[in-house]
């Protein structure tokens, strides 16, 4: 099973930007779909964006489209996720994790999940 770090989460006003970036402890991870999913304080885990693994084909959660873009390096064994335009709303602990799908946004086909990382978006 791969086993994943993110990190880059904060806070950020309004407005703002950050980056994900999320680590993957092997270079079989090009062999997966990456996806990213985040989880608010009294709701479910939801998704936000998967890349297949040659990076070719993306999928976005509809609040996502727009403002947040997916990547992947493999040189890197990383997954990015670059969010724009942060809403109060955004505020979340978000996670990435790892399909043997070709890409999908179902929780339940993901394993290899990462601890998470909090984003706050406050003034």
């Known amino acids: 099973q791969v086993q994943v770090v993110e990190s880059g989460g904060g806070l950020v006003q309004p407005g703002g930007s950050l980056r994900l970036s999320c680590v993957a402890s092997t270079r079989t991870v090009s062999r997966y779909a990456m996806g990213w999913f985040r989880q608010a304080p009294g709701k479910e885990r939801e998704f936000v964006a998967a890349?297949?693994?040659?990076?070719?084909?993306?999928m976005y959660a509809e609040f996502a489209k727009g403002r947040f873009t997916v990547s992947r390096d493999n040189a890197k064994n990383t997954a990015y996720l670059q969010m724009n335009s942060l809403k109060p709303e955004d505020t979340a602990v978000y996670y990435c994790a790892t399909s043997l799908a070709v890409i999908s946004r179902a929780p339940a086909e993901y394993n290899g999940w990462g601890q998470g990382t909090q984003i706050t978006v406050s003034s």
């Open positions: 890349v297949s693994w040659s990076g070719g084909t993306t």
